[in-house]
Each structure stands twice: as structure tokens, then as C-alpha cells.
């Protein structure tokens, strides 16, 4: 799977490599197959190598992207029920204590889901909360507690009504469209969760961030880029995974 996705970056450096280090005046691009690249008079080639990584960068995630969503899916619907209600049984691997605020996630489509595991937690005596996306670039978290009616929170999704509590959380189980062995997480492309972190940093916040997802969506290596914020650890059917340096 590698070779497939990787091939083309490694087909443009090697002909970047050819043609050596040469300078803004006399240089003049190879052929890449498949991207259309507009180079300026006086663009320098490092400028040019960056603006091809960044397209890179998004075309692998893409093909990433599908590949683990297409695993995903072609999971057994029935499966998907047993390994969700089984995954109660790691509440306890979280290492809660009482008064942590702990976000979940309701699943869509094929998502692993978490209600089983929150129904466990709950019996920690620890404050859960869900997601609610307030605009496409905004998501806040309202308090939950497992069966309490929901509400439509706009853009397709369900969550608390206005009138609940907002909170912090400082334990967020993170949806995710794949993970690597690196603590990596690909999410769906939207950016909300990428943008409540950043916003938690600002505020001198650094919540523990557990990926929750099913094994099959684990793929070799996704490309990180410098604003990416690996996870502390993931949760599959298989159990709790600390990442090295981050547990």
C-alpha cells in the first residue's frame, strides 16, 4: 500500500535530485504527472518544493483517507455492534479520577461507538460531555450524561440543547478517520477538532488526546505537517495504546 501512495512523491524528488540545486534563472521544472503547477517567473526551487509538498501532502492524505474509511466500512455491521459493547470494558484503563471531564463522540456511518464505553465511564463518577458543531469552523462541548435526550445541533448532527453547560475537557476520545504506530491521526478534513485544541493551548490548556477508532484503521504512516497534534494514545477493540514519549 505504501509504494502505491508514496510513489508519486518519491517519483518527483528523485527527478528533483537530477536535476540538481540550481538557481531561480535557468531552472526549469520537470514534467510532474497528474499536477498542474504554475511556476512564476523567479521562483526559486525551494519555493517550488515546498509548494509541491503541500500538494502532496494533501493528495496522500486523501488517498489515506479513503483507503482506511473503505477498510472501515467493509467491516460486518453486526461486528462493529459487539467490538463497540465490548469496549466498556477498557473504562477503566483510562486512569480516570473523580471530577475529569471526558469528551465522547456519537458515531456516524460506520464509526466505532462509544455510547457502551461513556455508559461505563459514567459510572466513574466522571463529567462527560459531546461535541456540538456551533458553525463550520466552531465545535464547543455541552455536558451529557448517557441517556438524556438530545437534540438536533445543526449540520446533521444530534448533541445537549443550548441550554445545557458548556465544559473543558480535559480527557477527549477523538474520532478519526485512520492512526499510524506514531500516534498520528488523519481526521475527516473539516479541521474542528485540529482548531479546539489550538484553542484549549491558547488558553493553557493541554487535554490527554485518545484516538478511538477500530485496528483496521490503523495504515503505515501519515504525512505530518508542523501544526499536527499527535495523540497520547489509542483505543480499538484491542485495548489502550500509549504512544512512546506521549503516555
Known amino acids: 500500500m505504501a509504494g502505491d501512495i ?16 540550481v538557481g531561480p534563472y535557468n ?4 514534467t510532474f504527472v497528474g499536477l498542474r503547477v ?19 501532502f494533501a493528495l496522500d492524505k486523501s488517498a489515506l483517507r479513503k483507503s482506511a474509511l473503505k477498510a472501515r466500512d467493509a467491516t460486518d455491521p453486526d461486528w462493529r455492534i459487539e467490538q463497540s459493547l465490548a469496549l ?25 461507538d462509544l455510547r457502551p464505553l461513556m455508559n461505563a465511564l459514567h459510572a466513574y463518577r466522571v463529567t462527560l460531555c459531546l461535541p456540538v458543531v456551533l458553525d463550520p469552523q466552531t465545535i464547543t462541548f455541552r455536558r451529557y450524561v448517557p441517556e438524556m435526550p438530545l437534540v438536533d445541533t445543526g449540520f446533521g448532527t444530534q ?3 443550548s441550554d445545557v453547560a458548556t465544559v473543558d475537557p480535559n480527557i ?10 506514531r500516534g498520528n491521526r488523519l481526521g475527516y ?6 482548531r479546539a485544541i489550538a484553542r484549549f493551548h491558547a488558553l493553557g490548556r493541554k487535554p490527554r488526546l ?4 477500530f485496528a483496521c484503521q490503523r495504515v503505515e504512516i501519515i504525512p505530518a505537517e508542523p501544526h499536527d497534534v499527535p495523540l497520547d494514545a489509542i483505543l480499538t477493540e484491542e485495548g489502550l495504546h500509549h504512544f512512546p514519549d506521549r503516555a
Open 27 to 30: 531552472w526549469h521544472p520537470p
Open 38 to 56: 504554475a511556476v512564476p517567473h523567479r521562483l526559486s526551487w525551494l519555493a517550488l518544493v515546498c509548494v509541491l509538498n503541500r500538494r502532496l
Open 159 to 161: 448533541g445537549p440543547g
Open 210 to 213: 485518545v484516538g478511538c477508532a
Open 88 to 112: 466498556s470494558k477498557y473504562a477503566g484503563t483510562l486512569a480516570l479520577s473523580d471530577g475529569e471531564i471526558v469528551s465522547g463522540f456519537l458515531p456516524i456511518r460506520s464509526e466505532i
Open 172 to 181: 477527549m476520545l477523538m474520532p478519526l478517520a485512520a492512526f499510524d504506530a
Open 189 to 194: 478534513g473539516a479541521g474542528h477538532y485540529d
Open 6 to 21: 508514496y510513489s508519486g512523491a518519491l517519483r518527483i524528488l528523485r527527478e528533483l535530485a537530477l536535476f540538481g540545486l
